[in-house]
């Protein structure tokens, strides 16, 4: 019988991309969102790839109970990963109460039906952004988080503990009450960038992106006019950022390792914490000459002001994610540079 894995937000950039490498490791997958940040294309990307139209897409906002313990009851869920988040760090200075009731709501929720429903496993997808400024690099595991800086942040500093009380205190359960243990791992990623080698699905940004990458791809297919490279008086070698931007298929390849992990009882805690990126520093202005040069496209930038909230430096230690999971980041920046920019060429016809 294969395992069935619940994917919240699954119709998303990176819910698509897992979804794609659960179905290709032999894991039956059903498909939640609520299609508040994204359209079908995605998840018609992952059908196409995987060759598999009978996919079960529930459109279900994950916020409302009753929907997720219907989700459920209906199928038998052995993991669920959970990424119907909101992630914009502006939006959520401006709107707090949108994100804490959003990203908080939704996944007491998960948490709620997993124990209720029992013999359930949970996977958050959490961010470096825990780690803040951290003062030593690269950060491991233990490295202490910071203040979040951001209602975004927040709310996924706040998710992993609800995840860490909840295991703790399901440990316990046998199921005399109707509730069953809840296992936990959370995903720590860093800058997930790039898209499927397909090019059928990838990153898609309603309006202006915050993110790099798809400015970048904007830009050079000339949606944007030109990119602004925040910030060139950093203290590091050429004076812009450093960040560790881990591929997309990298990064699913992860989930599916840690999903195994937790249904073939091979935690080593009933709640873990993994980093997922490459462990390899790259600055803003290295991927930017990484693009052109990769795809031989001239990138229209220019230098501009420090981003507010912007961290000089962040990268992982991955040693704890290769030794454990039996995982490594393999696909070079240059790959998935150019990944990137063949999905964005096959949005504009161009591919
Ligand atoms: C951001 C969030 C992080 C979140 C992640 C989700 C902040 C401070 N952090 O990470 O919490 O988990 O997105 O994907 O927002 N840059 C430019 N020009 C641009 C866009 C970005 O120079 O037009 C620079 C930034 O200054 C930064 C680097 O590129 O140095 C990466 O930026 P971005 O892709 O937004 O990711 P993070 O800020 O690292």
């Not at 927040?154 to 609800?162: L, R």
Request: proline share 5%; charged share 25%.
């Amino acid at each position: 019988m294969k395992k069935k894995v619940l994917v919240s937000g699954g119709a998303g950039y990176i819910g698509s991309h897992v979804s794609v490498e659960l179905i290709a490791a032999g894991y039956d997958v059903v498909v939640a969102d609520n299609m508040s940040n994204c359209d079908m294309t995605c998840f018609e990307g992952v059908k196409k790839i995987t060759g598999r139209e009978d996919i079960p897409f529930e459109k279900i906002d994950c916020c409302d109970y009753a929907s997720v313990d219907r989700i459920f009851s209906e199928y038998k869920i052995d993991a669920v990963i959970h990424f119907a988040a909101f992630k914009a760090v502006g939006e959520s200075v401006a709107e707090p109460v949108k994100y804490y009731r959003n990203n908080l709501l939704s996944f007491l929720n998960i948490l709620e039906a997993a124990s209720v429903h029992g013999g359930c496993n949970v996977l958050f997808s959490s961010s470096a952004t825990v780690y803040g400024d951290a003062e030593h690099l690269p950060v491991t595991e233990n490295t202490p988080r910071l203040p979040a800086t951001s209602p975004y942040g927040n709310t996924k500093q706040m998710s992993e503990d609800m995840l860490r009380d909840v295991v703790a205190a399901t440990s316990s359960y046998d199921g005399k009450d109707g509730r069953w243990p809840v296992k936990g791992i959370a995903l720590r990623y860093f800058n997930p960038i790039g898209a499927h080698p397909s090019a059928l699905i990838g990153e898609l940004p309603r309006g202006v992106p915050n993110n790099l990458v798809p400015f970048i791809t904007q830009t050079a297919i000339g949606k944007r006019e030109c990119l602004s490279i925040f910030g060139n008086d950093y203290p590091t070698e050429d004076g812009t950022c450093l960040r560790d931007y881990i591929d997309i298929v990298d990064l699913a390849k992860a989930h599916v390792a840690a999903v195994s992990r937790m249904v073939e009882g091979k935690m080593a805690k009933d709640y873990e914490i993994f980093n997922i990126g490459t462990g390899r520093p790259v600055s803003v202005y290295e991927l930017v000459t990484a693009f052109e040069k990769v795809n031989g496209v001239k990138l229209n930038y220019k230098f501009a002001p420090r981003r507010p909230g912007d961290v000089v430096a962040i990268w992982a230690d991955t040693s704890l994610a290769n030794r454990e999971l039996g995982w490594k980041a393999e696909r070079t920046v240059e790959e998935t540079l150019a990944s990137a920019w063949a999905w964005e060429r096959h949005l504009a016809g161009k591919l």
